[in-house]
């Protein structure tokens, strides 16, 4: 079954209605050819998730390389480094990331509808955006020990943790423009050079780190100095890709005055982007700092920690087949193509549920082992052990939401889904840990109980979501959405046209 053609003016700027109902009409297929369209998404669709679960691995890695070899320099380095990096990561990476996330949407469906040109608008849009927004949050950074010592942390510990955010400021700056650039190429299905790239520079990271710590004797301030090494390196190579490379030469056609009308577009998802994702990760930070008031904060702190890490490493798996989804639905509804995009949905479902139980039931037989991998205290093993199987089911429901949030992303539903997770995480989440913790005495596996709570409410409510959308509604606002982005730089239809709609053929994913 081949795709609906987008050629002329009409098609870009026409009447939606017609467009979308002749779209839905030349959808019905008989049942070979739906069984060929479900595995040729399935195969498309783990084209983009594999490569972006090996990126979002790599880059999370850079941070955990550099706090490692800070443990290595003893117990204050270590534990300055950490309070550090989470601190790093609740004002400021977390922003930025949210942000960022608001491309998914505009140069998806940009993509999808082949106003090609409107991607390199977009993206400049974003970069101006964060690296604006990194101004203020840089100030933040600046006086992390001042903040944390207010709130009564350890001063040593506060002191080393601002040492190393201070001299980490230049890498607040290059991680907006290293998502931005993900996600300008993620929604052109172009995965493997970002990959690559991440690749190198978390391969270089430890011999950089080696270098700066020891070597020249930088301590705790060269392994800050490290994180902003790798992560310029990853934007440079990133942008050299961009700027010389064939695939990109629709979508960047250099820096245009265009960018600098029309901002609203770009912020009326960002902000949305941003609360969405902070609210999310900010709960999670929320549980570890309630565990140090458990009765045996020590155990409870240490379980917790390696519980949250343990998640966040197996979230990197739904967070690549999020990515994926969420490019494939922008795409096919800014193309009009809304049973598409919804079969696009049906099938990272599936994969999300087959995923899920697997990696449930590997957590559950693995419970015995884990802790050992963190531990060396036979409490902390018998612990982490308990814990496990809470862990599992939390994984399997983070997982299926993360996928959901995907598709919420393509269709630019960032506003509903920041008022989800809110409810979500601080009605539920929070006060039902704090319930359970303290009140019915269960402890850390209490809090644990609370996330639970909060991620069936999110992904309940993201079901029901969901199963009410009018997809071929969700396709017209996708088109009207690229319509008003060309309209909002004096371009006409015909002028749009022009950038290569029809000579251009889009590439498949690399």
Same mark, same amino acid.
């Given at each position: 079954? #081949?795709?609906? #053609?987008?050629?002329?003016?009409?098609?870009?700027?026409?009447?939606? *209605?017609?467009?979308?109902?002749?779209?839905?009409?030349?959808?019905?297929?008989?049942?070979?050819?739906?069984?060929?369209?479900?595995?040729?998404?399935?195969?498309?669709?783990? /084209?983009?998730?594999?490569?972006?679960?090996?990126?979002?691995?790599?880059?999370?890695?850079?941070?955990?390389?550099?706090? %490692?070899?800070?443990?290595? =320099?003893? @117990?204050?380095?270590?534990?300055?480094?950490?309070?550090?990096?989470?601190? +790093?990561?609740?004002?400021?990476?977390?922003? !930025?990331? /949210?942000?960022?996330?608001?491309?998914? &949407?505009?140069?998806?469906?940009?993509?999808?509808?082949?106003?090609?040109? =409107?991607?390199?608008?977009?993206?400049?849009?974003?970069?101006?955006?964060?690296?604006?927004?990194?101004?203020?949050?840089?100030?933040?950074?600046?006086?992390?020990?001042?903040?944390?010592?207010?709130?009564?942390?350890?001063?040593?510990?506060?002191?080393? +943790?601002?040492?190393? *955010?201070?001299?980490?400021?230049?890498?607040?700056?290059?991680?907006?423009?290293?998502?931005?650039?993900?996600?300008?190429?993620?929604?052109?299905?172009?995965?493997? $050079?970002?990959?690559?790239?991440?690749?190198?520079?978390?391969?270089?990271?430890?011999?950089?780190?080696?270098?700066?710590?020891?070597?020249?004797?930088?301590?705790?301030?060269?392994?800050?100095?490290?994180?902003?090494?790798?992560?310029?390196?990853?934007?440079?190579?990133?942008?050299?890709?961009?700027?010389?490379?064939?695939?990109?030469?629709?979508?960047?056609?250099?820096?245009?005055?265009?960018?600098?009308?029309?901002?609203?577009?770009?912020?009326?998802?960002?902000? $949305?982007?941003?609360?969405?994702?902070?609210?999310?990760?900010?709960?999670?930070?929320?549980?570890?700092?309630?565990?140090? !008031?458990?009765?045996?904060?020590? !155990?409870?702190?240490?379980?917790?920690?390696?519980?949250?890490? &343990?998640?966040?490493?197996?979230? %990197?798996?739904?967070?690549?087949?999020?990515? +994926?989804?969420?490019?494939?639905?922008?795409?096919?509804?800014?193309?009009?193509?809304?049973?598409?995009?919804?079969?696009?949905?049906?099938?990272?479902?599936?994969?999300?549920?087959? #995923?899920?139980?697997?990696?449930?039931?590997?957590?559950?037989?693995?419970?015995?082992?884990?802790?050992? =991998?963190?531990?060396?205290?036979?409490?902390?093993?018998?612990?982490?052990?308990?814990?496990?199987?809470?862990?599992? =089911?939390?994984?399997?429901?983070?997982?299926?939401?993360?996928?959901?949030?995907?598709?919420?992303?393509?269709?630019?539903?960032?506003?509903?889904?920041?008022?989800?997770?809110?409810?979500?995480?601080?009605?539920?989440?929070?006060?039902?840990?704090?319930?359970?913790?303290?009140?019915?005495?269960?402890?850390? %596996?209490?809090?644990?109980?609370?996330?639970?709570?909060?991620?069936?409410?999110?992904?309940?409510?993201?079901?029901?979501?969901?199963?009410? &959308?009018?997809?071929?509604? @969700?396709?017209?606002?996708?088109?009207?959405?690229?319509?008003?982005?060309?309209? +909002?730089?004096? %371009?006409?239809?015909?002028?749009?046209?022009?950038?290569?709609?029809? &000579?251009?053929?889009?590439?498949?994913?690399?």
């Amino acid at each position: 079954m #081949e795709r609906e #053609e987008i050629s002329g003016p009409e098609s870009a700027y026409g009447d939606g *209605n017609r467009r979308i109902s002749h779209v839905v009409g030349s959808e019905a297929c008989q049942e070979g050819h739906c069984r060929s369209d479900v595995i040729g998404e399935a195969k498309r669709q783990l /084209g983009l998730a594999g490569p972006l679960i090996v990126v979002s691995i790599l880059q999370n890695s850079i941070q955990l390389i550099s706090v %490692m070899f800070n443990g290595h =320099l003893g @117990e204050l380095p270590l534990s300055s480094a950490s309070l550090a990096t989470s601190f +790093a990561s609740v004002t400021g990476f977390s922003f !930025l990331l /949210g942000m960022a996330s608001a491309l998914e &949407t505009l140069c998806g469906q940009a993509y999808g509808a082949k106003h090609y040109h =409107l991607l390199g608008i977009h993206l400049q849009r974003a970069v101006l955006t964060l690296l604006s927004l990194s101004i203020p949050l840089s100030v933040i950074w600046f006086y992390t020990s001042t903040i944390l010592i207010s709130l009564h942390q350890d001063h040593e510990i506060s002191t080393g +943790a601002g040492t190393f *955010n201070r001299w980490m400021i230049p890498s607040l700056f290059a991680f907006g423009l290293l998502q931005s650039l993900n996600r300008f190429l993620q929604t052109q299905n172009i995965v493997f $050079p970002m990959m690559i790239s991440s690749g190198v520079t978390a391969l270089l990271h430890p011999i950089v780190c080696w270098l700066l710590v020891y070597k020249f004797g930088l301590r705790i301030k060269g392994a800050a100095l490290a994180n902003n090494i790798s992560y310029w390196s990853n934007v440079i190579l990133l942008s050299i890709y961009v700027k010389f490379s064939a695939a990109c030469r629709h979508t960047w056609t250099g820096f245009s005055k265009d960018a600098l009308h029309d901002f609203f577009s770009f912020i009326r998802l960002a902000i $949305p982007s941003a609360v969405m994702i902070c609210f999310e990760y900010w709960s999670f930070e929320t549980v570890v700092l309630l565990s140090g !008031l458990l009765t045996n904060p020590k !155990l409870e702190t240490s379980v917790l920690s390696i519980s949250v890490n &343990t998640m966040w490493m197996v979230y %990197m798996i739904s967070v690549g087949l999020g990515g +994926a989804l969420s490019t494939r639905v922008s795409n096919e509804l800014g193309a009009g193509q809304p049973q598409r995009a919804r079969l696009a949905l049906v099938v990272a479902v599936v994969v999300a549920l087959s #995923e899920g139980v697997f990696v449930g039931i590997v957590t559950i037989l693995a419970r015995h082992v884990w802790g050992t =991998l963190f531990s060396n205290e036979k409490e902390v093993i018998r612990y982490v052990a308990k814990i496990m199987p809470l862990l599992a =089911l939390s994984d399997f429901l983070d997982g299926f939401q993360c996928v959901l949030s995907g598709a919420a992303r393509g269709c630019g539903w960032q506003k509903l889904c920041a008022f989800i997770n809110l409810g979500a995480y601080y009605v539920v989440a929070i006060p039902s840990a704090v319930l359970f913790a303290f009140f019915f005495r269960i402890g850390g %596996m209490g809090l644990w109980m609370g996330i639970i709570c909060g991620l069936s409410v999110q992904v309940m409510a993201l079901v029901i979501v969901i199963a009410c &959308t009018n997809w071929d509604k @969700e396709a017209m606002k996708a088109v009207r959405r690229v319509q008003e982005a060309g309209r +909002a730089i004096g %371009m006409e239809p015909e002028s749009l046209l022009s950038k290569g709609t029809e &000579t251009y053929q889009p590439p498949a994913p690399t």
